[in-house]
T-cell receptor
Framework: SQQGEEDPQALSIQEGENATMNCSYKTSINNLQWYRQNSGRGLVHLILIRSNEREKHSGRLRVTLDTSKKSSSLLITASRAADTASYFCATDAWGGFKTIFGAGTRLFVKA | DTAVSQTPKYLVTQMGNDKSIKCEQNLGHDTMYWYKQDSKKFLKIMFSYNNKELIINETVPNRFSPKSPDKAHLNLHINSLELGDSAVYFC?????????????FGEGSRLTVL
């Protein structure tokens, strides 16, 4: 069953603006991850946040996790045209051997 | 040096045929996966292998048979292909077991069934 659901499904912004994507999930998790997928390519891992963490930064990326609301957000600051891609959240449950992906947010950054 | 490589990248075939997709990882990881991505970009796990042993089979039809000859390889054979099998198939590996963690993906194999 699908675990994560992203919001919005699609987002179009101008270069330099910030992009925020949200993810909700249904069951308890061990960690939550965000991945990027460029058109026609494989997924690339961006950042992992553990269930006991609330916020994490990596370069222009900021991820928050609210386990009480079962939600996460990914903020990309000062976006660039090269950030145009699909972004997926993914969750790992405790004791599981599988990572469950959401449906993704398509981000389009206009130069 | 490609970390997770899949072949072929594109595959076009007729309904009813049998086809295979190969995957190799040179990262030394113990765990490998097959995922299917449909036309709406939804990514669904199919199989998970840990050190050549099948761990997860997500109710995939038995027309799909994964094979792991060693922990660096995980191949996917599909019998009697159907139109609904058209998708992009991704192989992935992870250094972790149990609670997974970061996945390393191949570039995908786009299967089109006519």
């Amino acid at each position: 069953s699908q675990q994560g659901e992203e919001d919005p499904q699609a987002l179009s912004i101008q270069e330099g603006e910030n992009a925020t994507m949200n993810c909700s999930y249904k069951t308890s998790i061990n960690n939550l991850q965000w991945y990027r997928q460029n058109s026609g390519r494989g997924l690339v891992h961006l950042i992992l946040i553990r269930s006991n963490e609330r916020e994490k930064h990596s370069g222009r990326l900021r991820v928050t996790l609210d386990t009480s609301k079962k939600s996460s957000s990914l903020l990309i600051t000062a976006s660039r045209a090269a950030d145009t891609a699909s972004y997926f959240c993914a969750t790992d449950a405790w004791g599981g051997f599988k990572t469950i992906f959401g449906a993704g947010t398509r981000l389009f950054v206009k130069a | 040096d490609t970390a997770v490589s899949q072949t072929p990248k594109y595959l076009v075939t007729q309904m009813g045929n049998d086809k295979s997709i190969k995957c190799e990882q040179n990262l030394g990881h113990d765990t490998m996966y097959w995922y299917k991505q449909d036309s709406k970009k939804f990514l669904k796990i199919m199989f998970s292998y840990n050190n050549k042993e099948l761990i997860i089979n997500e109710t995939v039809p038995n027309r799909f048979s994964p094979k792991s000859p060693d922990k660096a390889h995980l191949n996917l054979h599909i019998n009697s292909l159907e139109l609904g099998d058209s998708a992009v198939y991704f192989c992935a590996s992870s250094p972790f077991t149990g609670n997974t963690g970061e996945l390393f993906f191949g570039e995908g194999s786009r299967l089109t069934v006519l």
